[in-house]
Structure formats: structure tokens, C-alpha cells
């Protein structure tokens, strides 16, 4: 029975991920650590390789559709210094992870409290905020490889946070970044998969796990997809918003799992 919740969260973790352009990961992490269904590093590779899965389903779909909104001129740097930072970024939580073993899982998501918290103030406040429109390569760069770094480091694929950067540094509008955003997160994520399986880094994790959790990043990419379509710029909005709430809340309690009740 335990090994069906990885599908289901996988599935409406990657409907939502679809929808809003978060990738999922930042659902998926903080829940199967709320139910310490695994450790620490194989909750981040399982929720790594779902992100994957739908993120690859998204973006392949539309360029097929011939409907992506995905800029390749700023997506594109955007994706390889997110790749770039993504393998710091694991580096770093490895280092964490094997110092301060089950406290790193504290970290992760004190972390991910405050990142989610900041993107949820700036996007009620984002009507009310000038924002920019930038077309350096080497800036798109910068700021990917910082994307990557805080995204890996967390597990958590993308997150919240790639919304806030095309939102405010490229003038995007919410469906318009959330398709940029699953393509970022699926460069960074192929990258941190290779990089994982060339290091010999992969964590212990139960294979109908993995392929449960995949199967529902594919499903939830489909169904994410269709709902996407068919919801205007506001409504997407009010979904965010609200999942920022419940990471929040999730990210909160799981900090205290981790410190005070282990």
C-alpha cells in the first residue's frame, strides 16, 4: 500500500508542476518527507527523476503542438547555467547531508520555507513591481547557474522560484514562464542525472518506487497539460498561490520533524 502514495503524490504533484511551471519536485520533496517514506537523498533522486519524466512530456508535447511558448534565446543559457549549478548544488547537499545526516533534511526545508514564502509575496504584490527585460547571455547564465545551485541543492527540480526570475527579469506572463520553466527544469534535470549515475552518487531506492513515481510524472504532465490550456492567466495564479500556502506549511512542520522529533 505505501509504495501506491508515491503515485498518487507523483500524479497531483505533476498536474500542479504542469499547470503552474513548478516541475513538481517542490511538492513531491517536502511531502514524502512529511511520511519519512524514504531518506533524505532518495526522496531527492525519486523526486528528481519524476520531475523529469513530466517535465520531458511537457516540453516534448508542445514543440510537437507546435504551441510552446518556451524563448530559446533566453531559455537556453538560462538551462545550462542551470545545469552548471545544478551538480554544485548536489555537491553541496552531499557534503551537508554526510556532516549532518538526518539535520540536512531541516535544512532543506527551512530553506525551501523562506524561498516559497519570498515567491509568494512577490507575486501578489507583481502588478505593483517594474520589472525588466534582459537579453545578455552572460546574465542569463549567471542567473541560471544561481537557479540551479538553490534548486538542486533543495530537491526540488525547480520550484517556485524559476517563476519569480522569468516573471521579474524577462517580463513573462504566468503561462508563458511556466512553459520557460519546464524547459529549464528539464535541461537541469537530465544534467543532474548524468551527473549522479557518472559519479556512482545514486542513493537506495526501490525500483516499482521509481517506476510508480515516473508513471505518475508522465500522467500528471498529460493531465497537467490539458487543464493549462484551458485556464487563463489568473486562475493560474490562484493555484500557485495556494500551493506555495501548503508548501509552506509542509516545509514548517517538516523542520520540526527533523529537529526536534528524530
Not at 503515485?7 to 511531502?31: F, Q, R
Not at 524514504?38 to 523526486?47: C, E, I, N, P
Not at 526501490?206 to 493531465?223: D, E, F, R, T
Amino acid at each position: 500500500m505505501q509504495v501506491f502514495a508515491y503515485l498518487i503524490i507523483s500524479l497531483l504533484a505533476s498536474i500542479a508542476g504542469a499547470i503552474c511551471g513548478i516541475g513538481g519536485g517542490v511538492i513531491i520533496k517536502p511531502t514524502l518527507d512529511l511520511f519519512h517514506l524514504d531518506s533524505v537523498a532518495t526522496v531527492s533522486f525519486l523526486s528528481g527523476c519524476t520531475v523529469l519524466a513530466m517535465s520531458c512530456y511537457s516540453v516534448t508535447k508542445a514543440m510537437r503542438a507546435g504551441d510552446s511558448r518556451v524563448d530559446l534565446k533566453i531559455g537556453t543559457p538560462l538551462a545550462i547555467g542551470a545545469a552548471i549549478g545544478g551538480v554544485a548544488g548536489k555537491q553541496m547537499f552531499s557534503v551537508i547531508s554526510a556532516q549532518f545526516q538526518e539535520t540536512a533534511g531541516a535544512v532543506q526545508a527551512a530553506c525551501l520555507f523562506l524561498i516559497t514564502l519570498g515567491t509568494m509575496v512577490y507575486t501578489l504584490c507583481k502588478t505593483r513591481i517594474r520589472t525588466k527585460q534582459i537579453d545578455s547571455t552572460v546574465v542569463c547564465l549567471i542567473i541560471g547557474l544561481l537557479l540551479g545551485i538553490m534548486s538542486s541543492f533543495l530537491g526540488i527540480g525547480g520550484g517556485p522560484i524559476n517563476l519569480v526570475v522569468f516573471y521579474f527579469f524577462f517580463s513573462m506572463d504566468t503561462k508563458t514562464a511556466a512553459q520557460n520553466s519546464l524547459y529549464v527544469i528539464l535541461v537541469s534535470q537530465i544534467t543532474s542525472l548524468l551527473a549522479t549515475l557518472v559519479t556512482g552518487s545514486v542513493p537506495p531506492f526501490g525500483w516499482l518506487s521509481l517506476v510508480l513515481m515516473v508513471a505518475g510524472g508522465i500522467g500528471g504532465g498529460m493531465i497537467g497539460r490539458a487543464f493549462n490550456k484551458r485556464m487563463d492567466n489568473k486562475a493560474v495564479d490562484k493555484l500557485f498561490i495556494g500551493l506555495m500556502v501548503i508548501i509552506m506549511g509542509i516545509s514548517l512542520y517538516n523542520v520540526y520533524q527533523y529537529t526536534f522529533a528524530v
